[in-house]
């Protein structure tokens, strides 16, 4: 994978459901007992899903502000991303490449996280 980004994981999709899940997006100090939050205000995010990381079309796209990533509460680092089932239905059972990025007011643009996204049919219709 390309790097570097903040965080890095796995993303398990199923494709009979709408794949919704919250975050919050911050710093931990080198003990680990405390968590910052990185304050999001002003910020777009765009997270997308390739088949490999070179193509040049993604086959999924969501951002915010309206576009399935909505900033819950900026100041606290807190988002949510909805992929729904409309959109996961252009992807085949598989292993897919994603990143999610960070547009910030000054225009900087920062990876946050990357990772793989499996993707399984799911079994109930």
């Known amino acids: 994978m390309a790097g570097p980004s903040y965080y890095s994981g796995v993303m398990n999709i199923a494709k009979n459901e709408d794949w919704i899940v919250p975050f919050v997006y911050g710093t931990v100090d ?69 990143d999610l990025v960070r547009l910030m007011p000054n225009g900087y643009q920062e990876r946050i996280w990357e990772g793989t996204a499996y993707v399984v049919e799911g079994t109930s219709r």
Do not use: C, M, W
């Open 30 to 98: 080198p003990t680990g007992a405390n968590f910052t939050p990185i304050d999001l205000t002003g910020s777009t995010l765009k997270l997308e899903i390739r088949t490999q990381e070179i193509d040049h079309e993604a086959l999924v796209s969501v951002f915010s502000p309206d576009g399935g990533i909505f900033i819950t509460n900026a100041a606290q680092g807190q988002f949510q991303i909805l992929i729904n089932r409309l959109h996961l239905t252009h992807l085949a059972a598989g292993q897919y490449f994603t």
